[in-house]
């Protein structure tokens, strides 16, 4: 469904990705495990289409054509959705609004709503004082809204506490479809710290963006494993194309 070839990208005037590989096939959910400041949200805005994520190099394919020099909204409009590790606040814009704005016909916004307990913040301007998880929330419903083919996560559990995480996880299941096996093609790319969206995602493959590149796939729990146990530093230094 998406793939990376040779993708190189700069962020004011620096080039942040060195050239990233990577294949995601149809209803595949794959998790993106990297240090502070490896470039993990850059792929993600760059995969999206925002223009200061530069493409100084190779080419982004989804569902076999080329979309490197498509703008943001024709990319969203080919059902690619993104939540955002810190989304802005939009003063004067309900949050209500917003999720009408990118619900596809025939999709309720009560239950989007309902699903993520959002009720009582569909009257307040787009994450305006919401909490953390407010936040996250929020960008689900939006989301479940628009129901993507392909969903971007970036971070989706950060700050949210354990009884609210089981409602993201469900709500991840159902944009990836993770819940209907047999007519399931939605796919997604997850970036992750924690690894605590694993325990309600069954993600399929898992990649370590490092200095720039992803120089490895494998189990996404072993890779987590492996990092707890050893650290992003081995994994720097690791031989192997595991
Ligand atoms: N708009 C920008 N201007 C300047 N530098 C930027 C900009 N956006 C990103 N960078 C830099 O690019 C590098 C990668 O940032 P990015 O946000 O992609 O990292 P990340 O892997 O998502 O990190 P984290 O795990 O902390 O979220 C960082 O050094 C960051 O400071
Ligand atoms: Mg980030």
Redesign the pocket.
Known sequence: MLELKDLKVE??G?E?LHGVNLKINDAETHVLF?????????LLMAIMGFP?YKITGGSILFNGEDITDLPLHERARKGIGMSF?RPPTIKGVKTHQVIELSARNGISIDEAAKELNLGHLLNRDVNDGFSGGEIKRSELAQLMAQQPSFVLLD?PESGVDLENISLLGGAINKLLQKDMKRQRVNSGLIIT?TGYILDYVDADVGHL?IEGIVPCAGNPREMLHHIKENGYEVCAICPTNC
């Open positions: 962020v004011s620096k942040i990297g240090p502070n400041g490896a470039g993990k949200t850059t200061e590790q971070e710290h963006l």
